[in-house]
């Protein structure tokens, strides 16, 4: 059972955070959150934030323990481009791509075992 997170419409080309999805890949959540904050690129913020959000859903929505959890599946996929002007000679502009992209983490991990429902109270009746 996998714990979905998405960053959809993220403002950086899919080749560049692939280069740093590719080296979270396989790796446990704790190791990801410690390679993520020393990698020297931009896009290691968004990547980071992902696997943060994974996290969080595995722990409060899915009841997964936390040092158990690893990231199954990471992918990068091209988002909706957006079309802007260059500026070039004699007045004129040429058309550009700004490449956007979707992050997706799947973390996998164990099982909590489910608290025990508490006993009711019992209550005293006093006698008249």
């Given at each position: 059972?996998?714990?979905?997170?998405?960053?959809?419409?993220?403002?950086?080309?899919?080749?560049?955070?692939?280069?740093?999805?590719?080296?979270?890949?396989?790796?446990?959540?704790?190791d990801?959150?410690?390679?993520?904050?020393?990698?020297?690129?931009?896009?290691?913020?968004?990547?980071?934030?992902?696997?943060?959000?994974?996290?969080?859903?595995?722990?409060?929505?899915?009841?997964?323990k936390?040092g158990?959890?690893?990231?199954?599946?990471?992918?990068?996929?091209?988002?909706?481009?957006?079309?802007?002007?260059?500026?070039?000679?004699?007045?004129?502009?040429?058309?550009?791509?700004?490449?956007?992209?979707?992050?997706?983490?799947?973390?996998?991990?164990?099982?909590?075992?489910?608290?025990?429902?508490?006993?009711?109270?019992?209550?005293?009746?006093?006698?008249?």
């Open positions: 059972m996998g714990v979905l997170a998405v960053a959809k419409g993220v403002n950086m080309s899919p080749r560049k955070v692939g280069v740093v999805a590719a080296l979270v890949r396989g790796r446990t959540v704790e990801a959150l410690v390679i993520l904050s020393h990698v020297p690129r931009a896009s290691a913020v968004p990547v980071r934030k992902v696997v943060e959000s994974a996290k969080a859903n595995a722990e409060h929505n899915h009841n997964l936390p158990t959890l690893l990231i199954s599946e990471i992918s990068v996929s091209p988002g909706t481009p957006m079309k802007r002007m260059r500026p070039a000679a004699q007045g004129r502009g040429l058309p550009f791509l700004r490449r956007t992209c979707h992050i997706r983490v799947v973390v996998d991990g164990e099982a909590r075992e489910a608290k025990k429902a508490a006993k009711p109270a019992t209550v005293k009746k006093e006698a008249k």
